[in-house]
C-alpha cells in the first residue's frame, strides 16, 4: 500500500509549468496559464450560484477496487473543503448501486464524476476502507438527485482520471496541506 501512495504522491506531484503552461511529464494535457485561469473563473462561477438549502453537494469518484464513495461538500464551498466519504446505505443505497450479479457495463462506478444533490448527515463514525487504507467519514445517504453527468474537473482543471490512482485530496492530503 505504501508504494501505491508513494506511486500517486509521484504522479501528483509531476506537474510542472513550462513557458508553454502547464502540462504533466507525461504530456498527456498541456494548459495555458490564461486556460487555467478562465476554467478557475469558471468554476467559481458555478459554485457561486449553487441554490442553498438543507442538502449536500456529492462528486462520484471512483477508483477500482476501493469502496470510498466519492466526495460531499456544502453548497458554495469549494472542491477543495469536501470529504471524501464512505457511504452508509442503511437507509438509502448509493446512485450506483446496481445488482452485483451478472457484471454488464453498468457497474459500480458507471457514474464517475457525475454530480449529485446529497440529503442526509454525517455520522459520528469513521470506516475503515482495506482497500484504499483510508479512515474515512461515514455519510447516511437519505436521498439524492442527479445533478450533472459532465460537471468537468474536480481540483484543477487540468487533471484527468485514471481509474487505477487514488483521487488528489484525501485525508493524508489534507493533514499534509496544514
Same mark, same amino acid.
Given at each position: 500500500?505504501?508504494?501505491?501512495?508513494?506511486?500517486?504522491?509521484?504522479? +501528483?506531484?509531476?506537474?510542472? &509549468?513550462?513557458?508553454?503552461? &502547464?502540462? $504533466?511529464?507525461?504530456?498527456?494535457?498541456?494548459?495555458?496559464?490564461?486556460?487555467?485561469?478562465?476554467?478557475?473563473? #469558471?468554476?467559481?462561477?458555478?459554485?457561486?450560484?449553487?441554490?442553498?438549502?438543507?442538502?449536500?453537494?456529492?462528486?462520484?469518484?471512483?477508483? /477500482?477496487? &476501493?469502496?470510498?464513495?466519492?466526495?460531499?461538500?456544502?453548497?458554495?464551498?469549494?472542491?477543495?473543503?469536501?470529504?471524501?466519504?464512505?457511504?452508509?446505505?442503511?437507509?438509502?443505497?448509493?446512485?450506483?448501486? +446496481?445488482?452485483?450479479?451478472?457484471?454488464?457495463? !453498468?457497474?459500480?462506478?458507471?457514474?464517475? !464524476?457525475?454530480?449529485? /444533490?446529497?440529503?442526509?448527515?454525517?455520522?459520528?463514525? /469513521?470506516?475503515?476502507?482495506? !482497500?484504499?487504507? +483510508?479512515?474515512?467519514? #461515514?455519510?447516511?445517504?437519505?436521498?439524492? #438527485?442527479?445533478?450533472?453527468?459532465?460537471?468537468?474537473?474536480?481540483? #484543477?482543471?487540468?487533471?484527468?482520471?485514471?481509474? !487505477?490512482?487514488?483521487?488528489?485530496? $484525501?485525508?493524508? &492530503?489534507?493533514?499534509?496541506?496544514?
Amino acid at each position: 500500500m505504501l508504494i501505491a501512495l508513494t506511486l500517486v504522491a509521484s504522479t +501528483l506531484s509531476s506537474c510542472v &509549468t513550462t513557458s508553454t503552461g &502547464t502540462s $504533466t511529464r507525461s504530456g498527456r494535457r498541456r494548459m495555458s496559464e490564461d486556460q487555467i485561469r478562465i476554467a478557475r473563473l #469558471e468554476r467559481e462561477s458555478r459554485i457561486a450560484s449553487e441554490p442553498t438549502g438543507d442538502f449536500w453537494i456529492a462528486r462520484r469518484w471512483h477508483t /477500482k477496487g &476501493t469502496r470510498f464513495w466519492g466526495y460531499v461538500r456544502r453548497p458554495h464551498q469549494p472542491w477543495s473543503q469536501a470529504k471524501l466519504v464512505m457511504l452508509n446505505e442503511s437507509q438509502k443505497l448509493a446512485p450506483d448501486r +446496481l445488482p452485483e450479479a451478472g457484471g454488464g457495463s !453498468n457497474s459500480n462506478g458507471f457514474d464517475h !464524476n457525475y454530480q449529485y /444533490k446529497f440529503w442526509g448527515h454525517f455520522t459520528s463514525g /469513521k470506516v475503515y476502507d482495506p !482497500n484504499s487504507d +483510508l479512515i474515512l467519514p #461515514e455519510f447516511k445517504l437519505s436521498r439524492f #438527485e442527479q445533478i450533472d453527468t459532465k460537471p468537468g474537473y474536480v481540483f #484543477e482543471p487540468w487533471e484527468r482520471f485514471w481509474a !487505477n490512482t487514488f483521487p488528489p485530496l $484525501t485525508p493524508r &492530503t489534507q493533514a499534509m496541506r496544514r
